[in-house]
């Protein structure tokens, strides 16, 4: 299949791809609002089924469903496609109608998720449509949605991000429809990012009467606070005390204290050695009233490259440029992914293959709907024109 085969059937669907986009992005499915990911859900449910793909939802008790659609498993390891239901937007942040074309460029729209990620969403299932129509047969092909990325899979209890590494498990290669970057930066690599809760207990007493008698959960917080702080490394692990609660009344010394911490990490490695320091630094204290304990929560691990990483960006650079686009350029990104959970399981991944825009997770958002085609045509041809070897 040449370049020019893929990109002219690409543009007889344009319409299609249009309908879909503005349809997708107008069902606005913040991570919380269940019963409109339940919608969205069940829309792309009847969408891949009619294109003949087998159709698996997963439901959860507090999250929207997951989807996975696959063509049929052959003897070479499959291919997996990924991306997510969910934005981080409230209903109705960008006015009644959802999805804004810019008034002097109608290419470039505003909305929900036109970035991150139903670009990328629309991008998969036309990828996964246009080797359909070429007959594609040589690997399994498979596309993952999940509904509670943005909220690091917490509303599902990580059941979602625990259902991408069990379709990652024995993959080729993967290729993550996330944002998309400008100037041609395809990311590698992405930093890691957890939260955890410092949870201080300490002895109540009466503030003027005998406050001796009491151990100042606050107090004790707050020096943990400081002693983290000094472990911070922004080439290896970082921390931020974002949120505190505790104390009751002024007058009384508190006898509890919880802190909640974002932390941030380059390796899944450094997470482990950052949060064994932590445990140290909460089970350290001069006043044995005082008893700290460390609650890991909501989990994103670090992408990491594997051994063929950058084979794989190899091969999708020429693809490229076959279809007459730049080379990428392979990118570290601060922000997290669901790519990461597939490198944990050792598979190749290419992260924001999705549509190209920028200012997501603001109400500035916008992508270049015109992109679509073209980064769909350069994962088509990359997938076409793999090796069985890979």
């Known amino acids: 299949m040449d370049s020019k085969g893929i990109l002219s059937f690409l543009?007889?669907?344009?319409?299609?791809?249009?309908?879909?986009?503005?349809?997708?992005?107008?069902?606005?499915?913040?991570?919380?609002?269940?019963?409109?990911?339940?919608?969205?859900?069940?829309?792309l449910d009847t969408y891949l089924n009619a294109m003949g793909l087998n159709v698996v939802k997963h439901c959860y008790e507090n999250a929207g469903p997951s989807i996975v659609a696959s063509t049929k498993a052959t003897a070479l390891p499959p291919i997996l496609l990924c991306s997510h239901l969910d934005t981080v937007h409230p209903v109705g942040a960008f006015g009644k109608d959802?999805?804004?074309?810019?008034?002097?460029?109608?290419?470039?729209?505003?909305?929900?998720?036109?970035?991150?990620?139903?670009?990328?969403?629309?991008?998969?299932?036309?990828?996964?449509?246009?080797?359909?129509?070429?007959?594609?047969?040589?690997?399994?092909?498979?596309?993952?949605?999940?509904?509670?990325?943005?909220?690091?899979?917490?509303l599902s209890q990580g059941a979602s991000a625990k259902l991408i590494e069990d379709e990652a498990s024995g993959a080729c290669c993967c290729f993550n429809c996330d944002s998309g970057r400008l100037n041609d930066r395809i990311v590698l690599q992405r930093n890691g990012g957890g939260i955890f809760k410092l949870k201080v207990h300490g002895k109540?007493?009466?503030?003027?009467?005998?406050?001796?008698?009491?151990?100042?959960?606050?107090?004790a917080a707050s020096k943990m606070i400081a002693a983290i702080a000094e472990l911070n490394d922004y080439n290896d692990a970082y921390f931020g005390a974002g949120v505190i609660?505790?104390?009751?009344?002024?007058?009384?010394?508190?006898?509890?204290?919880?802190?909640?911490?974002?932390?941030?990490?380059?390796?899944?490695?450094?997470?482990?050695d950052a949060l064994a320091k932590i445990r140290t630094i909460a089970d350290s204290n001069p006043d044995s009233r005082i008893h700290a304990e460390v609650e890991a929560t909501g989990l994103f691990r670090a992408m990491e490259k594997v051994p063929k990483t950058d084979a794989l960006l190899d091969h999708f650079a020429d693809a490229c440029q076959e279809l007459g686009y730049n080379r990428p350029t392979g990118v570290f990104?601060?922000?997290?992914?669901?790519?990461?959970?597939?490198?944990?399981?050792?598979?190749?991944?290419?992260?924001?293959?999705?549509i190209v825009g920028d200012n997501g997770h603001t109400l500035e958002e916008y992508a270049f709907e015109s992109s679509i085609i073209e980064q769909a045509a350069k994962v088509i041809l990359t997938i076409l024109t793999l090796p069985d070897d890979f």
């Open 11 to 43: 543009k007889t669907q344009q319409n299609q791809i249009t309908y879909l986009y503005e349809n997708i992005v107008r069902i606005e499915t913040p991570s919380s609002a269940k019963t409109a990911l339940e919608e969205l859900a069940a829309h």
């Open 204 to 219: 109540a007493a009466h503030a003027g009467n005998a406050p001796w008698e009491g151990a100042n959960a606050i107090l």
């Open 333 to 354: 990104a601060g922000g997290c992914s669901d790519a990461a959970f597939v490198t944990y399981m050792g598979v190749p991944t290419l992260c924001g293959t999705g």
């Open 245 to 272: 609660k505790g104390g009751t009344k002024s007058n009384i010394v508190p006898d509890y204290c919880e802190v909640t911490n974002d932390i941030r990490f380059k390796t899944n490695a450094a997470y482990n």
């Open 98 to 154: 959802a999805f804004i074309r810019d008034k002097d460029n109608p290419d470039k729209v505003y909305g929900p998720g036109v970035y991150d990620t139903k670009g990328g969403v629309v991008i998969a299932i036309f990828v996964l449509k246009a080797l359909l129509h070429f007959g594609y047969t040589e690997r399994q092909i498979k596309l993952v949605l999940v509904s509670d990325e943005e909220v690091a899979h917490n």
